[in-house]
């Protein structure tokens, strides 16, 4: 199961909504961010997950406004995942660490220029994800919500001290 599924599930337990409801939740608590989420696929995820009968539908609202909540099924699915979530350790695909694998490809120069563009955006992605946790609290989301935005801010400084110290070291000849 995605994880945009699990979001929909979760989100769902607080009690019935229609899409457009479970993706302003989403996006309040800026998921597609840490967690990666289309919100094109919501809808798509809905219906299916009503095929499926992990949602039930309860009110077809004007406008084509479908309103959905989780069945018991939908409950315990969620749960299953939720608890399968927590004791998995998967690695973080990143397709910056193809990049790293031949960095030797490139020259020291290019090297060089790519990683303080590169840091040029992980500064502003850090800056922005610290912008996104206090807009958040104004609008009243959850608190746990906040941790994952702090997950991901902690993932981006990770990188950015990393990359200020990789191209200190290949302006000295350490790297590649």
């Not at 095929?51 to 004007?62: F, I, M, S, Y």
């Not at 500064?123 to 958040?136: D, F, H, I, N």
Request: charged fraction near 25%; include cysteine; aromatic fraction near 8%.
């Amino acid at each position: 199961m995605s994880s945009t599924r699990v979001l929909i599930l979760g989100t769902l337990l607080d009690g019935p909504l229609h899409g457009y409801e479970v993706r302003r939740r989403l996006e309040l608590w800026g998921a597609a961010h840490w967690a990666n989420v289309a919100y094109g696929s919501i809808y798509h995820g809905l219906a299916k997950m009503a095929d499926e009968g992990l949602l039930a539908v309860v009110e077809h609202g004007k406008g084509g406004k479908t309103v959905y909540e989780v069945t018991d099924e939908g409950r315990e699915e969620f749960r299953r995942q939720l608890l399968t979530y927590w004791w998995e350790i998967k690695p973080i695909v990143d397709p910056f660490q193809v990049a790293l694998t031949f960095m030797d490809r490139l020259g020291p120069a290019d090297l060089v220029n790519v990683m303080e563009a590169r840091l040029a955006q992980l500064r502003a992605a850090v800056s922005s994800t610290e912008r996104a946790l206090q807009a958040k609290l104004a609008f009243d989301a959850p608190r746990h919500v906040d941790e994952c935005i702090r997950l991901a801010n902690a993932q981006l400084r990770s990188q950015l001290d990393w990359i200020e110290g990789a191209i200190g070291r290949v302006e000295s000849g350490e790297l590649p």
